[in-house]
């Protein structure tokens, strides 16, 4: 998940009351971010993809005031007409088809607005725009572009100065040589042609989802700005583009709509208008346990930023923001009303059913799993299931399988489902190369396979050691692993040589039990440790925990 830099001086001014480091930790975790700690000056938290709208210290601040009730309600924001234009030209249609547009005025762009801008781009870009695939964003110096502009694509021949460049390139050098067109050419593979967006003087000022031209820079002296969103997608390019002019509107800016003609329509942006859903407050009390009246029902509705009447009895109208990107289902409204009451407020229950439980037997031995291994010295993480192919595979130094991957994902960084614990936990020890060593971490937790007969797929449960410290070796992890099967109570195992790309070579070794792979150990390889940014040994271990219950058990 994406984790924001927030500067706390800024933060309580757009929160509107002075709080202390500590009383913000306290409470923002309430609202659905994860504290992450923070400095003199600023601190981070790591906002769920489903909340777009808190990825800047603006819409981080709107929210938490509304949730303090400091600024409750729905707060609605406008767009003026204006001249500006853009004319979409058909050719775009098989490459990049969607662009939506706004301009912005009346902005002081000192360095802290400039800080949070870019963080904004880069984070939206990152989750609601797939690493830029689905949604690209840019910002331009509003008073360097002659309109009215057109969308149009261009062969690679085409020059012109890309960003923080000073000599034109063209298209075909940009993608072969720029660092973003290095980093982004893969979005645009196999196309013939190329979008960009040209002013009325014939300049490039952008060619999506790249680059912008180096002449409509933004810096210190820019007070206005135009705002292009290009995509795969319409009803997501709105969506960051209502985040982005709503967010500038609150630093003061004033938002003016833009008007994009395409081949066969005419469109309007933004569209700031607000939702409406029906919320049935019997609904949300069953689902609630709760006793909600209208009244109450109202207020926990607007600390959460809405605005809602009573349509009939039990039945509310709720106005949503233009800015929520998350809200699909009277569900969501639901939930909301949740987070406003208080999670910490439910009076834990056991269901009334009429079924005797009892605990599995894997998840028992699990259980005791994990007791061995905290009394190995280890200290037990939890991480997600959810994982993606960089991980998985690159940063593991290993060629892309074939895994389970979620549908409609909200974010790149999590849409498969792991196959393998490790690489779960060579990321806690990326995110945390500021604490001391050693750092010798377990986890024991589920992975998905996918059947080799292509009837499905299985959860398996796994464990994973990983030592890491200045001495961490191959003889470590070895005597842990030995050391493990002994206090289980299996001594008829073999261990044997074994190459894994993500190990070192001579270094690695494999367990077996009655001709079965149990656990696969070693060193990790040099190249893994340079690619999750490590600088210090790691020494590892995956164990099949199924596998291994079935040899106690079975």
């Given amino acids: 998940m994406p984790t924001i830099k927030v500067n706390t001086r800024e933060f309580c001014n757009f929160v509107g009351k002075n709080m202390s480091v500590d009383e913000i930790a306290e409470r923002i975790p309430m609202l659905g971010v994860a504290w992450e700690g923070h400095t003199n000056d600023e601190f981070e938290v790591e906002v769920f993809p489903n909340r777009p709208d808190m ?33 979409v030209d058909g050719s775009v249609s098989k490459v990049r088809p969607i662009i939506v547009s706004c301009v912005i005025k009346g902005l002081d ?50 020059r012109f100065i890309p960003l923080e460049f000073n000599e034109e390139m063209s ?73 982005i002019a709503t967010n500038l509107a609150d630093r003061g800016g004033r938002i003016f709509r833009v008007k994009i003609k395409y081949p066969d329509s005419l469109i309007y942006t933004p569209d700031l208008s607000t939702r409406e859903i029906n919320v049935d407050l019997k609904y949300a009390n069953k689902i609630l346990g709760l006793n909600l009246d209208t009244e109450q029902a109202i207020e926990f509705l607007k600390r959460m930023g809405y605005d809602a009447i009573e349509l009939r009895k039990d ?65 037990e993480v939890l991480t997600f299931i959810l994982s993606n192919k960089n991980a998985l595979f690159e940063k593991m130094n290993l060629k892309e399988q074939d895994i389970a991957e979620t549908a409609n ?46 009837i499905g797929a299985a959860t398996v449960k796994k464990m994973c050691i990983v030592l890491c410290h200045a001495k961490a070796s191959f003889s470590e992890i070895k005597s842990i692993v030995e050391s493990f099967m002994k206090n289980i109570g299996i001594e008829d195992y073999a261990i044997e040589e074994d190459n ?55």
Avoid at 132 to 156: C, M
Avoid at 517 to 541: N, T
Wanted: overall charge negative; some cysteine.
């Fill in 171 to 243: 298209i075909k050098q940009i993608l072969e040589t720029h660092p973003k067109g290095k980093e982004y050419a893969h979005i645009l593979q196999g196309s013939q042609n190329y979008p960009v967006i040209i002013d009325a003087v014939g300049r490039i000022i952008s060619f999506p989802p790249i680059i912008n031209s180096e002449h409509t820079k933004i810096n210190e002296n820019t007070k206005n700005i135009f705002v292009d969103i290009t995509a795969l997608d319409a009803k997501a390019a709105m969506e960051v583009l209502n985040i």
């Fill in 109 to 158: 762009f000192n360095d802290d607005l400039i800080k949070s801008v870019m963080q904004l781009q880069e984070k939206l870009m990152l989750t609601h725009g797939r690493k830029r695939k689905k949604v690209a964003i840019g910002l331009h110096d509003l008073d360097k572009i002659n309109f009215p502009l057109t969308y149009t694509t261009v062969n690679d021949n085409v």
């Fill in 315 to 379: 039945v509310l109208k709720v106005q949503i923001p233009c800015y929520r990107t998350d809200i699909m289902h009277e569900f969501d409204i639901v939930e909301d009303i949740a987070i406003a009451y208080g999670y910490e407020n439910f009076d834990a229950e056991i269901p009334n059913i009429s079924t005797i439980g009892g605990e599995d037997q894997l998840e028992a031995f699990a259980t005791k799993i994990r007791s061995l291994l905290v009394g190995f010295g280890l200290q």
């Fill in 500 to 554: 894994h790309d993500s190990f070192i070579p001579g270094r690695t070794a494999k367990l077996i039990i009655k001709g079965r792979e149990i656990a696969l150990f070693g060193e990790i390889h040099p190249i893994v440790l340079e690619k999750w940014g490590l600088e210090m040994p790691v020494a590892a271990c995956e164990m099949n925990v199924n596998w291994l219950f079935e040899e106690i058990f079975k």
């Fill in 55 to 87: 990825l800047s210290v603006e819409g981080l601040a709107r929210s938490f005031s509304s949730f303090l009730g400091f600024k409750k309600g729905l707060k609605k924001y406008s767009a003026e007409q204006s001249e500006y234009m853009i004319t």
């Fill in 409 to 454: 994902s909200k974010t790149s960084e999590y849409n498969v489902v792991r196959n393998w614990l490790l690489p779960s936990m060579m990321d806690v020890l990326a995110r945390n190369k500021h604490n001391d060593y050693p750092q010798n971490i377990f986890e024991v937790g589920d992975c998905v396979e996918l059947a080799s007969n292509d």
